[in-house]
């Protein structure tokens, strides 16, 4: 699996904060998708969910385009401090995301840079395939995770790119 090359960015720079910083990765990693080509289909989502603390699943829905209305669970199968940045975490795990009608769409993230004191995540989603249309689904997308709190179990996801079916 391909991990972001967005670590050159210091995750605490003097001048902007690291919400801040983040915030400008993500949008250099979504213009790269973007100049990557008009490949597939312009994909957005945007969602509320709730990670359990004690076995790190997944619960979330939302909405978004080729999807409509949809609930997704998933798995945070890996959780590890990021020996490059103390006070950062990387985040491995999968979602599945279920539409209205039953079709699946399947995301996997590895590496996703964690926040571990605000719990703002960035990083990059992998379509791996689903059922239905999306049963030869393609592409990489990038997607960021905003919490109150790395306490609060709840959180808003963001994904914005653009996906092959």
């Known amino acids: 699996m391909k991990t972001l090359e967005f670590r050159g960015l210091s995750p605490r720079p003097r001048s902007m904060g690291t919400a801040a910083v983040l915030a400008a990765a993500f949008l250099a990693l979504a213009a790269t998708n973007a100049a990557a080509g008009d ?3 312009a994909f957005k989502l945007d969602a509320r969910g709730v990670v359990n603390q004690s076995n790190f699943s997944l619960s979330v829905s939302g909405q978004a385009t080729h999807l409509g209305r949809f609930t997704a669970v998933g798995q945070i199968t890996e959780n590890v401090p990021d020996p490059e940045n103390p006070g950062f975490f990387l985040r491995s795990g999968y ?3 279920t539409a209205a009608n039953g079709d699946t769409l399947n995301f996997l993230f590895d590496d996703a840079v964690v926040n571990g004191t605000t ?4 990083g990059a989603m992998v ?3 689903g059922t239905g249309r999306f049963r030869n689904a393609t592409g990489e997308i990038p997607f960021f995770v905003t919490q109150q709190s790395i306490s609060d179990p709840s959180f808003r996801l963001v994904i914005e790119g653009r996906i092959d079916y």
């Not at 719990?119 to 960035?122: E, I, P, Q, R, V």
């Open 39 to 41: 490949k597939g289909r």
């Open 95 to 97: 979602l599945v995301f």
């Open 119 to 122: 719990g703002f995540a960035l």
């Open 127 to 129: 379509v791996d395939g």
